[in-house]
């Protein structure tokens, strides 16, 4: 089956800095990759997606790159804010929309 | 805007003892996935249902996991008996069907149950 890995576990920025999240998926086969964000005590929400005919998707400060050939994508938020604060999930999906995550990144931006 | 609806929303039970959770899809979602996270980990599928029939459960401990959705909507996610490390979050999501290009649909998930087993 599927797996995906994502790293670092842990990331600190400044407010103001980039903040970058990196993922690998194992399954060829996979051809849409959500990224998800949970704050703490809430239900993980799709904040943005890109599908396998895609290079790179972008959404005001949130852009996600994919490299089919390598099998990883990346998350890059811009001008990070307090409120970006919270644990971001990566997610592969192939046939039959079975989803497989990360085990997050806790991201924390320091005021 | 419609919401995937989960109950209860916190459990504390014993082990050994039997524990249900529900969920209600978004309306018209065939799609339904229960997931289970632990702790400072991603969400792991436990079993994905395309109207009633379940489409995977490669990770549901069938000895003593069970899920249905007999009518193609709302579903129970049971287990009996509950285990101390059955403790975690059970996080029900919902989504439209691929369409007939085979794109995906963004999944909605509900507020979750916590599952605590003493």
């Known amino acids: 089956g599927e797996n995906v890995e994502q790293h670092p576990s842990t990331l600190s920025v400044q407010e103001g800095d980039s903040a970058v999240i990196k993922c690998t998926y194992s399954?060829?086969?996979?051809?849409?990759f959500p990224w998800y964000k949970q704050e703490l005590g809430k239900r993980p929400q799709l904040i943005i997606d890109?599908?396998?005919?895609?290079g790179e998707k972008k959404d005001q400060r949130i852009a996600v790159t994919l490299n089919k050939t390598a099998k990883h994508f990346s998350l890059h938020i811009t001008e990070t804010q307090p409120e970006d604060s919270a644990v971001y999930f990566c997610?592969?999906?192939?046939?039959?929309?079975?989803?497989?995550f990360g085990i997050g990144t806790k991201l924390q931006v320091i005021p | 805007e419609a919401e995937v609806a989960q109950s209860p929303r916190y459990k504390i039970t014993e082990k050994s003892q039997a524990v249900a959770f529900w969920c209600d899809p978004i309306s018209g979602h065939a799609t339904l996935y229960w997931y289970r996270q632990i702790l400072g980990q991603g969400p792991e599928l436990l079993v994905q249902?395309?109207?009633?029939?379940?489409?995977?459960d490669s990770q549901l401990p069938k000895d003593r996991f069970s899920a249905e959705r007999l009518k193609g909507v709302d579903s129970t996610l049971k287990i009996q008996p509950a285990e101390l490390g059955d403790s975690a979050m059970y996080l029900c999501?919902?989504?439209?069907?691929?369409?007939?290009?085979?794109?995906?649909?963004?999944?909605?998930f509900g507020p979750g149950t916590r599952l605590t087993v003493l």
């Open positions: 890109i599908r396998s005919n895609v």
């Open positions: 249902f395309q109207d009633e029939s379940v489409v995977d």
């Open positions: 999501a919902s989504s439209l069907p691929l369409d007939h290009a085979g794109n995906h649909n963004e999944q909605f």
């Open positions: 399954d060829s086969a996979s051809n849409y």
């Open positions: 997610a592969a999906s192939g046939g039959y929309q079975k989803v497989t």
